[in-house]
Every structure is written in C-alpha cells, then in structure tokens.
C-alpha cells in the first residue's frame, strides 16, 4: 500500500511537472518550406525559363554582347524607313467646303431673277428693282444697269442656266488655293492627292492639274457664251462668289498614311551567330533591346526538352538552397519560430507576395519594355521586411529579407545587384522596424528606406550610366514603393495581429497606460498588488534592457501578471496590511489552492478582456509550475508535530501552481522578479549584502526547481539578471534618516525655540 501510494505521488507530481517537449526533427517546418520551394519554383518557373529585361534604354551597355545562336530580328530601322515611305505615298486628303457655291448659286439665281423681273417692269419699277440688284452684287464694283445692258432680255434665261450649270459643275469639281499649290505642291504639276467624302478619307483621287484655281473656274462658267462684253462682265461679277472651297485636312491624311503603313511587312533580317549584338559602352536603343529578347527567346527555343528542364532544375536546387540557408539561419537566430508553424506561415505569405510581385512585375515588363529600368526598384522588399519586423523580429526581418533577395535575384538571370539591393533594404528596414513602438516611427522608417534606395539608384547610375529621364523614373520608383510600402504596413498591422494573434509593440505600449479599467480596477481593490506589479515592472524591465530582452513586454506583462488576484485580494500579503490574516482559519492545503488559483482567475479575466497572448502566457508563467513553499513546510511542521495525520502524506504536486515554467527570457525574467520582489520586502534592514544572499538563494531555487530549463537563457544571462536585480533592490530599499523623537516640543515652544531639523542630527542606519 505504502508502495501504491509513493507510485502514485510520483505519478501525480511527474504529471504536474511535466512540460510538453517537442519532437526534434520540425516536420512541420519541414513541410511547409517544401510547399514554399515548390510554389515559388512554378511560380518563376512554370511556363519556362523567361528571360527579365535587365537593360535600361539610355544606359551604357556594360559588356560586349555577342549572338550564342542564330536568329531572326525585325531591323526597326529599315520597317520605319519602309512605312514612312509607305505613309508619305499616300495622297494628301483635302475637304470640300459646300458652302461657298451654295452662296454662289443662291446669289447668281437670285440676281438673274431680278434681272428677269426688271425686263418686265414698268418704268417707275425699275429703279427699285436696280437698286435691289446693287445690294445683291455691293461685293463688286459693278453696276446693275451695266448688268442689264449686256444681257439682252432674250438671252436672260440662257445666260443665268449657263452659270448656275457651271457654277455647281466647278465648285463641286473643286477650286484649290493657291497657297496649296506653293507650299504643298511645289515643283510637283501633276501630283495626285485625294478629295473626301464626308468623313470618309477613301475618296476620289484626282490629278491636281484637274483642279481648277479661281481664274480658271471663272474662266470655265463662261467660255460657253460667245458675247464677248457679256462674258467679260460675268467674270467680273463672278469674282466676288467664285471662292476657294478645298482645305487640306492633316489629321485625315496622317491616318491614310498610318493605314498605308500598318500594310508594310516588318523587315526582318537574320544575325548568323557570333554576331555582336551590342559594343561595351554603346547606348541601349529600343534595338538593342529587341535584339537581346529575341537572341534569348531563340537560345530557348534551340534548347531541347532536356536541357529545359536541367536549366529548371538547375534554378529549382538554386532555390532550394537559399531557402536551406535561410532556414538555418532562422533556426540559429530564432530557435523557437522555426518550431512555430503560424508564424512560418504568415512568413511564407509575405515572401510569397514579394516574389509573386516580382514575377508579375517581370511579366508586364516584357510586354511594356518602358518599366523595365523601374521593376527591380518596385519590387515591394520593404512591405514584407517591415511587417515581419514588427510582428515577428528583426532576425526573422532578416531571414526573409534574404530569402526574398536571393530568390528576385534567381528570377533575374542570377543578378548580384538585385541581391544587394534587397539585402540594402533588409537591412535598413529591419532596422528600423527594430523599435517601432509608435505608428509615426514608421513614417521615419519610409523616410530611411527611400533614402538608401534613392542613394543606391545613383550608384548604379555611375556604373549603367542610364539617361537623365531614366535615372528619374527610377528615382521616382524608389521613393514611391518605399512610401507605398509604409502606408500599407501601417494599415495591415492590425489585421495581421489578429489574424495571426500576434502582439506587436505598438500593442504592448497602448496597454501600457495605467488608465486601463483592469489596472485601475486593481489600484482600488487590491492596492498592495498593484503596488507589486509596478515594483516588478521596474525591476524586470532593468533586467530585460540588461541582456537585449524586451524590456516594454517584460513591463507591461508585469502590470498585468497578478490580474488574478483581484477575485481574493484579502488572501494575498501585500493586502491584508493591518487586518487578521484569513490563511489563520485555513489548512495549508486550502491555503495553497486559494493562492495557486490566482492564476485562473487571471486568465479568465485576461480573456475576458480580450488581453493579448503575451499577457496570457505571463499570467500563466509567472509561477511556472513551482512550489508554495510557505504552505509547503507550514504542512510539513504541522504533520511533524503531530496535528496532522500521518495517513494524510504531504504531496508537494498538491502545493504547487498549476502553470507551466517559462519558455522566453521575458517570462523567466518575470517569474524571478515577481519572487525578488515579494522576497525584498521580508528583509528587515535591508542591505546590498542581505539583498545580494537572497537573490542567490531565490535564484539557486529556481534554477534547482527547473523553473528555467525552457527559457532559452545562458548562465551569464541569468547572472547580468541577478545582478540588475540587486542593482535595483538595493537603490529601492535604502534606508532613511531616521527623524529624531520630539520630547521636548513643549518645551521648546514655551521658550520659543525649534528644535533641531533631522538633518542637522544624522544617526548612523
């Protein structure tokens, strides 16, 4: 039975003990970096090897390049040459105006009307029906009696129908300018040019000897009618309505041209191999860039199945072992994220965003060469680093910063300067993400990014020597993804926290304000813990700054670690003061559950308050699974002195805290500060030697107890803690002057003397 029992003390104390291992192999990490290797090599990958335009127009062609196979190329030069030909082939197109002989025709018919009228009238009618015939023809010097003069009345109705006839005849036919004719037509008499229908510009092509000139179409009305007085007088009177009515229309003949030379077959030559493509130091032309992509697309094309997929698989393993890489120097800076499968996740997807970017970036270039010299400068390596900055660290910043630049550089025919570029803005950015406890710093983080890629678009200026417009453009681009990139890290942190119950420092410092209801709460119904928690809170966060731990986590962590503790508050040392103490009336038994259940009640009310996962671990940690000593031996003593039975065995899994030891150095520097500083207050007379014996005792349990097995800290770690702690305590707990006894107050008041101030009378202590 004895043996039954010691079984199953030991059963139950391994299971209160016990904390949940991880497997040594991360399998889960494992799967997931295969899944990310696989995508990105389809992504890059899946329709072929496809060759990124690297060359700037404007810029100085770094090297000599010469053809590896042979190709066909369109010459851009010789297609243009043939289409402006073609286009400069095409016959000017000019208008009709049909107004002018609509005003012709009315005013001649209206003329000879009253003409007609006038033949037939009395004498006293007559006069008005002249003066009638003046205001029509004022235009001329012509009078109306001169018109009824040489036009008989019989030959009235001959003459207008000869006019009028000829009038539609010519002008519909057309009348050219004579500026036309100089300017246009110079030195070109029988040139074609074409006449629109309306606003189609397929009309009719005429000669332009069969366009008349106002002289001719003039001349052309009246050669019919044999009177030579009556024809000289019609053409004087037929110079004020006979205008020119053709205009040139430009636009029509730029798109008859344009129509003729979409007809013109590209010219396409042939560049045997060994051909130099471009000379170092030449100036890239939109040629040079047509002769590269398609020398590439050839080489591709010669390529057998085989060997396009060796170059696949080749890129593929290039791949895959930056992502070893960047998997090994997670695992040494970060050994816990590798074994934490949402945090893996969320990097998966931001490196999945920035290299799918890029991808599509590559893809509109090839069909947009203009953005060409902008892609590597738009890739979006500071949205990605910035967010995993902030939400994960700066060494996992970094990882992904590398793994990012290694693999845009892989999609980028193997380029070092796109990896140097990325790692520049890995850097900048993952230092400056580093402390970003406020959402302006990130304005200021924008500010540094832009500006060291603004400083590394000139230095490869000196070397690509790109054009002034080019050099701008990619300026501009710098700057507006690196700002781009920060407005929207500035607005997805708070969806990312959530969706992936990550807590940022952003976070950490708006909890840190003392108005927060469960803080206040606290000041009011347990003053003494609160009190705790702010002493703890000092002492952890000197610690955290002492070895790079997170000091604002550490500290806001302690504000809430006794939340708890408000549900019994009378149960707790700190806030019974002067009253009896309840733990009197209790077993040490009842006592140990009353105190250990401090930790549930904060959890639940951490929960309650939707307090982030940081909070919920201190609360849960900051006991770890340790012994409650006090009651601990309280029920030993009673046992050996009898006032307990010897059946009821003392079990020390029954005085232990129901949480788990820590796992970071934050919560193992919580954890110990909580015990300083509860410790620190039973030392009577404190001095820097009593403080120093404590912290190694309290230190030497927790450490024996294995309270820090888990939380990633070396022993000179441990020890630079220890120290800050005695280094804080001791400034804390100095002591004072002791102020002297007032015996002879009344004395000293009838003889109308004070006593001496207190600092006039140092005691020693």
Not at 460 to 480: C, E, H, M, R, S
Not at 521 to 539: E, I, N, R, W
Request: glycine fraction near 6%; hydrophobic fraction near 45%.
């Amino acid at each position: 039975m004895k043996k039954t029992s010691k079984k199953k003390q030991k059963g139950i104390a391994e299971r209160k003990t016990e904390v949940k291992r991880t497997h040594d192999v991360p399998y889960k990490a494992i799967g997931l970096g295969t899944l990310l290797w696989l995508i990105v090599t389809w992504l890059f990958f899946g329709h072929g090897i496809v060759r990124t335009p690297t060359l700037a127009k404007g810029q100085k062609v770094p090297s000599t390049i010469t053809a590896s196979v042979d190709f066909r190329c369109e010459n851009l030069s010789d297609t243009d040459l043939a289409r402006s030909r073609a286009a400069a082939s095409v016959p000017l197109v000019f208008t009709i105006d049909p107004a002018p002989a609509q005003d012709a025709i009315r005013i001649m018919g209206e003329l000879f009307n009253r003409l007609g009228k006038h033949a037939v009238a009395s004498t006293n009618e007559q006069p008005s029906i002249i003066k009638s015939m003046n205001d029509l023809i004022i235009k001329s010097s012509i009078d109306a009696t001169a018109l009824v003069a040489v036009v008989p009345t019989n030959a009235i109705k001959e003459t207008k129908s000869v006019v009028l006839t000829g009038l539609e005849q010519v002008m519909a036919k057309g009348i050219l300018p004579d500026e036309y004719r100089i300017t246009l037509f110079a030195n070109k008499s029988n040139e074609k040019l074409t006449i629109a229908s309306g606003t189609d510009t397929v009309g009719r092509t005429v000669s332009l000897l069969d366009l008349y000139s106002s002289r001719s179409a003039i001349k052309a009305i009246t050669e019919s009618i044999s009177d030579r007085p009556r024809r000289e007088l019609l053409n004087r009177l037929l110079a004020t309505v006979v205008v020119e009515n053709m205009s040139y229309d430009k636009e029509a003949t730029a798109a008859a041209g344009k129509l003729e030379a979409d007809k013109v077959a590209p010219s396409i030559q042939r560049y045997p191999e060994g051909t130099i493509i471009a000379r170092a130091g030449d100036e890239v032309t939109d040629q040079i860039q047509l002769l590269i992509k398609r020398h590439d697309e050839q080489r591709i094309a010669d390529k057998d199945a085989l060997e396009q997929s060796l170059e696949i698989l080749g890129n593929g393993i290039l791949l895959l072992a930056g992502l070893i890489v960047t998997a090994v120097i997670l695992r040494v800076g970060n050994t816990t994220m590798i074994r934490d499968p949402r945090q893996l996740v969320l990097m998966i997807l931001l490196s999945l965003f920035t290299l799918g970017t890029a991808r599509l970036l590559t893809h509109i270039a090839g069909y947009y060469a203009p953005i060409a010299p902008m892609v590597v400068y738009l890739v979006p390596h500071v949205l990605a680093i910035l967010l995993t900055g902030i939400l994960l660290g700066g060494s996992a910043a970094i990882c992904l910063g590398f793994w990012t630049s290694f693999g845009t550089a892989v999609l980028f025919d193997q380029s070092f300067s796109v990896f140097a570029l990325g790692m520049v803005i890995t850097v900048t950015a993952a230092s400056c993400a580093r402390n970003v406890h406020r959402r302006a710093s990130l304005f200021r983080a924008g500010i540094w990014v832009c500006a060291v890629k603004v400083i590394y678009v000139l230095i490869t200026a000196i070397l690509n020597q790109p054009n002034l417009p080019t050099l701008g453009w990619q300026i501009a681009a710098a700057v507006i993804s690196g700002m781009l990139a920060t407005i929207l890290t500035i607005l997805l942190i708070p969806a990312f926290e959530k969706a992936f119950k990550i807590t940022t420092d952003i976070t950490l410092l708006e909890l840190s304000d003392m108005g927060h209801p469960l803080l206040q709460k606290m000041a009011m119904q347990a003053p003494g813990t609160y009190h705790h928690s702010l002493m703890v809170a000092t002492l952890a966060q000197n610690a955290a700054e002492a070895i790079g731990a997170n000091p604002l986590l550490v500290r806001v962590c302690a504000y809430y670690h006794d939340i708890g503790k408000m549900a019994k508050p009378e149960f707790f040392t700190e806030n019974i003061q002067h009253k009896e103490n309840p733990h009197d009336d209790l077993s040490p038994h009842m006592s140990a559950l009353v105190i250990s259940s401090h930790v549930k009640e904060g959890l639940t009310l951490a929960k309650r308050h939707k307090l982030p996962q940081p909070i919920l671990d201190a609360i849960e940690q900051h006991h770890g699974n340790g012994l409650i000593s006090f009651f601990y031996h309280k029920a030993k003593q009673l046992q050996g002195d009898g006032k307990t039975s010897m059946a009821d065995l003392i079990n020390d899994s029954d005085f232990r805290y129901g949480g788990a030891p820590a796992v970071t150095p934050e919560m193992a520097i919580l954890a110990l500060a909580d015990s300083a500083e509860a410790a620190s207050r039973s030392i009577e007379k404190p001095t820097p030697q009593k403080i120093s014996n404590m912290m190694d005792d309290i230190f030497a349990g927790k450490i024996r107890d294995g309270q820090l097995d888990y939380a990633n800290l070396t022993m000179a770690e441990i020890n630079a803690v220890k120290h800050s702690f005695i280094f804080s305590l001791s400034n804390m707990l100095h002591g004072r002057i002791p102020y002297p006894k007032d015996n002879d107050n009344h004395t000293a008041k009838s003889t109308g003397k004070a006593s001496a101030p207190a600092e006039q009378t140092p005691k020693a202590g």
